[in-house]
């Protein structure tokens, strides 16, 4: 049978929500921010109101999704092997204590997925671990390895860096590039006199945050942070639809705003990067 292509094997997959945590190198913190992450995940969506939930649940579905919305959260811990290929789930397995994924499972995670497998069988595995979440409920999946993450292109790429360049894998590299979030570890830690070695990917990237194991503040502006990235990708995604020839009317950028339940303003400064032209704003929205 035929492997799908990366690029149709994704369209496939994204049917929950995913945030990628990448590193910079073995051993630096991934399941660490995993584990804290969905920790803080599961605070938030418990500490939601009934009022605020049902708020949620009567309005209009759009193309923004919030993280207070995602209310049951999947994991999916890669790793790479030389040979062979499996998909684990076996309790006996992934519980266990001294596993990454035991940690992930007693951080909350509601259904956790073990993946092994050489890179060039990812385009196998990958898209039944996310199906395979997606189906038992999961509203939102944490996906932890740098090549499954270089394959699915999730939502929301976190990568964890290092102080120095050139503890930087050649490999890991290229996640750099598609990093949304980058967090730099020790360097807050240390004391604002730490100069780490920055680079035209850690300056691109819309979040720097310093120091592992975050504290409930840094998470807090982690989640704050991932709510402005989805917010702006789901704009930038609206406006190259509903624009032509690099110009929108008002009418439509306004509509825009009003179904992401964001301002006009919003639409406004994203179009102005994005070099499209709001034209025949009567009202000053814009």
Same mark, same amino acid.
């Given at each position: 049978?035929?492997?799908?292509?990366?690029?149709?094997? *994704?369209?496939?997959?994204?049917?929950?929500?995913?945030?990628?945590?990448?590193?910079?190198?073995?051993?630096?913190?991934?399941?660490?921010?995993?584990?804290?992450?969905?920790?803080?995940?599961?605070?938030?969506?418990?500490?939601?109101?009934?009022?605020?939930?049902?708020?949620?649940?009567?309005?209009?579905?759009?193309?923004?999704?919030?993280?207070?919305?995602?209310?049951?959260?999947?994991?999916?811990?890669?790793?790479?092997?030389?040979?062979?290929?499996?998909?684990?789930?076996?309790?006996?397995?992934?519980? =266990?204590?001294?596993?990454?994924?035991?940690?992930?499972?007693?951080a909350g995670a509601g259904a956790v997925l073990w993946?092994?497998?050489?890179?060039?069988?990812?385009?196998?595995?990958?898209?039944?671990?996310?199906?395979?979440?997606?189906?038992?409920?999961?509203?939102?999946? !944490? *996906?932890?390895?740098?090549?499954?993450?270089?394959?699915?292109?999730?939502?929301? *790429?976190?990568?964890?860096?290092?102080?120095?360049?050139?503890?930087?894998?050649?490999?890991?590299? =290229?996640?750099?590039?598609?990093?949304?979030?980058?967090?730099?570890?020790?360097?807050?830690?240390?004391?604002?006199?730490?100069?780490?070695?920055?680079?035209?990917?850690?300056?691109?990237?819309?979040? =720097?945050?310093?120091?592992?194991?975050?504290?409930?503040?840094?998470?807090?502006?982690?989640?704050?942070?991932?709510?402005?990235?989805?917010?702006?990708?789901?704009?930038?995604?609206?406006?190259?639809?509903?624009?032509?020839?690099?110009?929108?009317?008002?009418? !439509?950028?306004?509509?825009?705003?009003?179904?992401?339940? *964001?301002?006009? =303003?919003?639409?406004?400064?994203?179009?102005?990067?994005?070099?499209?032209?709001?034209?025949?704003?009567?009202?000053?929205?814009?």
């Amino acid at each position: 049978m035929a492997e799908a292509s990366p690029s149709s094997s *994704v369209r496939q997959m994204k049917r929950s929500f995913t945030i990628g945590i990448a590193g910079a190198h073995s051993n630096i913190g991934k399941t660490t921010l995993a584990a804290a992450l969905l920790r803080y995940l599961n605070r938030n969506a418990l500490s939601v109101t009934r009022n605020e939930l049902k708020e949620k649940e009567t309005a209009p579905v759009t193309h923004h999704a919030s993280l207070i919305t995602l209310r049951r959260w999947g994991a999916v811990k890669f790793t790479k092997t030389s040979l062979y290929t499996s998909l684990t789930d076996d309790p006996a397995v992934v519980g =266990r204590g001294d596993k990454d994924t035991g940690r992930l499972l007693a951080a909350g995670a509601g259904a956790v997925l073990w993946v092994q497998s050489p890179s060039e069988r990812l385009g196998e595995v990958l898209p039944l671990a996310l199906d395979r979440l997606s189906s038992s409920g999961c509203d939102g999946i !944490l *996906v932890e390895g740098n090549s499954a993450i270089e394959f699915l292109k999730p939502d929301i *790429v976190i990568f964890i860096s290092s102080v120095s360049k050139n503890r930087i894998k050649a490999s890991a590299q =290229r996640l750099l590039h598609l990093a949304d979030v980058v967090i730099i570890p020790g360097a807050h830690d240390e004391g604002p006199e730490v100069r780490y070695e920055r680079s035209p990917e850690h300056e691109r990237a819309a979040c =720097r945050l310093y120091g592992l194991p975050l504290d409930e503040k840094t998470l807090r502006e982690l989640a704050d942070c991932m709510e402005k990235i989805m917010k702006k990708k789901s704009i930038t995604e609206l406006l190259h639809e509903k624009s032509a020839d690099g110009r929108i009317s008002c009418t !439509l950028a306004r509509a825009i705003a009003e179904e992401l339940g *964001v301002s006009p =303003r919003d639409v406004g400064e994203t179009a102005d990067e994005l070099k499209i032209k709001i034209k025949n704003c009567e009202l000053g929205c814009f």
